[in-house]
């Protein structure tokens, strides 16, 4: 049973995230000859302000930066 675990800013809409699974699930599929059916992926969205890179904040930084 393998796990897909995704960390990401929160934001995506559900169809993202619905998107993502299942591209991710294809991926290990085609890429390892394992049943979709077996694989679970894991998204966990974090705050920005929970989210930080180089010391600041995703939050605090200008929006080009993150």
């Known amino acids: ?8 800013l929160e ?8 998107n993502l699974a299942a591209a991710l ?7 390892v ?3 979709a059916s077996h694989i679970h ?3 966990q969205e974090v705050p920005a302000k929970n989210w930080a890179f180089a010391g600041t904040t995703f939050a605090e930084a200008p929006p080009h930066k993150r």
């Open 41 to 43: 992926v894991v998204i």
């Open 25 to 31: 699930t294809e991926a290990m599929v085609k890429t």
């Open 1 to 8: 049973m393998p796990i897909i675990r995704v960390e990401m």
């Open 33 to 35: 000859n394992i049943d």
């Open 11 to 18: 934001g995506r809409s559900d169809e993202q995230r619905k």
